[in-house]
């Protein structure tokens, strides 16, 4: 079973709730998305370590329910 988009942002936003959250079904499949986080919790951390922190807020569903996940992340400018 996929993960909904909406489901990818609620497990985002509990772990970030600052966060401004977009995220696209790039396959219309259900399984492969681009999400996009902005969270000032990201703010001088490097983008290895921003990508752990949502992966994290997956809670495991990444490679399971959620098949792919092209993730781009920032703090606010």
Not at 33 to 38: L, P
Not at 44 to 65: D, F
Request: proline share 3%; hydrophobic share 45%; net charge negative.
């Amino acid at each position: 079973m996929a993960m909904t988009a909406q489901e990818i942002e609620t497990y985002i936003r509990t772990a970030l709730p600052d966060a401004a959250i977009s995220i696209e079904d790039l396959a219309g499949d259900g399984d492969h998305y681009a999400c996009t986080v902005v969270s000032e919790a990201f703010r001088g951390l490097s983008r290895v370590r921003q990508h752990q922190i949502v992966y994290a807020a997956l809670q495991g569903h990444m490679g399971g329910k959620l098949h792919a996940l092209a993730l781009q992340t920032t703090a606010p400018d």
